[in-house]
């Protein structure tokens, strides 16, 4: 019989300090998170500085916790995968540097992980059977891209957004909206008691043939409506706003998610990123799918926000791939989807 593999992963590239120890890349042993959500809250988003603080708290108690779970020691596992990049740089760095740390003391491969190709990862360990090639839909707060999954470390951005992201969309209509942080899964609540069809906003879909997305325009239109409504002393009808605004957002990466699979000819859409969590996408997209008789993938809620699981399965195929960092890497709080290690 082959060889387990144990990985074990850390994740901090925003507010989230995450262990998690996984078997094969694919079965996860234990898995710890300590969230900052309660803290950043005051500020209504994160505060880079906070961040960095905490993780640098909580992120060996984190560890020890996860070991604990797995009933591991440090010495069992047989590399250490961490994300560095996107993020938050001083975040990063925290996770990072223990990272390093740990390959170095144990004599253990480090291994680099994008966050967004982790994000993508989590596909694989919420679904056993799925394998590439296949379109990815990512949508988080930083990041809207239509991405071709060639094989688990292979992809090729084929759209993107231009402006903001879907996810920064939603948080500045939420904190507009009066909402709490944060903002996506308060519009999707709210957005429940609301009328989808109530105020037409812009669906921008950008020149013919592109995949790229544009959300600025549309975040726009809701905060001039907000504001025409304040200046004539007219009532906001706040879940109409939402759900109208969450449509409009909805059916823009729908549409461009149908487009791509059919220039590509895959069959198969992967979901992924924080607002793989919305109810509304996951909806529309289901139905989009199934009249096509495509396969839709999206992972768990707690394997949408933020987690070292997610990192553990791509450090895995990394891994297996031969991705190896040294104690020179560093954090790259812009890093592309599809990058190679020196690129």
Request: neutral net charge; hydrophobic residues 40%.
């Given at each position: 019989m082959p060889k387990e593999i144990y990985t074990l992963a850390i994740e901090t590239s925003c507010d989230e300090t995450a262990c998690a120890i996984l078997k094969n890349g694919r079965e996860v042993v234990a898995g710890t998170v300590y969230t900052q959500i309660e803290l950043h809250r005051t500020f209504g988003g994160v505060v880079p500085e906070v961040a960095s603080r905490n993780h640098l708290e909580k992120i060996a108690q984190v560890i020890d916790q996860c070991l604990e779970k797995a009933d591991m020691a440090l010495q069992e596992v047989d590399h250490i995968a961490v994300t560095y990049g996107p993020g938050l740089v001083g975040a990063l760095l925290v996770g990072l540097s223990t990272a390093k740390a740990l390959a170095f003391a144990l004599e253990k491969p480090l291994i680099p992980?994008?966050?967004?190709?982790?994000?993508?990862?989590?596909?694989?360990?919420a679904h056993p059977a799925l394998e590439p090639p296949f379109i990815s839909l990512v949508v988080s707060g930083g990041h809207t891209h239509l991405v071709e999954v060639t094989d688990y470390t292979t992809f090729n951005v084929i759209g993107q957004t231009r402006d903001d992201a879907a996810g920064e969309a939603f948080d500045k209509v939420a904190r507009t909206l009066g909402l709490g942080y944060p903002g996506g899964p308060e519009i999707d609540r709210v957005a429940r008691e609301g009328n989808a069809q109530a105020i037409d906003f812009p669906r921008a879909m950008l020149?013919?043939?592109?995949l790229d997305f544009s959300f600025s325009g549309l975040k726009s239109a809701v905060l001039n409506y907000l504001n025409s409504c304040?200046?004539?002393?007219?009532a906001i009808n706040v879940p109409d706003v939402a759900a109208s605004f969450q449509a409009a957002v909805?059916?823009?990466?729908?549409?461009?998610?149908?487009?791509a699979l059919k220039e590509t000819g895959h069959k198969q859409l992967v979901l992924a990123g924080g607002v793989a969590a919305n109810s509304d996408l996951r909806q529309r997209l289901s139905a989009a799918l199934q009249?096509?008789?495509?396969?839709?993938?999206y992972p768990p809620l707690n394997l949408c926000t933020d987690n070292a699981e997610m990192i553990g399965c791509a450090g895995y195929y990394n891994a297996m791939a031969g991705?190896?960092?040294?104690?020179?890497?560093?954090?790259v709080p812009n890093l592309k989807i599809g990058s190679k290690m020196g690129q």
């Open positions: 992980v994008h966050h967004i190709e982790g994000h993508i990862a989590a596909n694989y360990i020149e013919s043939g592109s304040r200046m004539k002393g007219e909805t059916e823009i990466l729908t549409i461009k998610a149908m487009e009249k096509k008789g495509y396969a839709f993938y991705v190896r960092g040294d104690m020179y890497i560093n954090a």
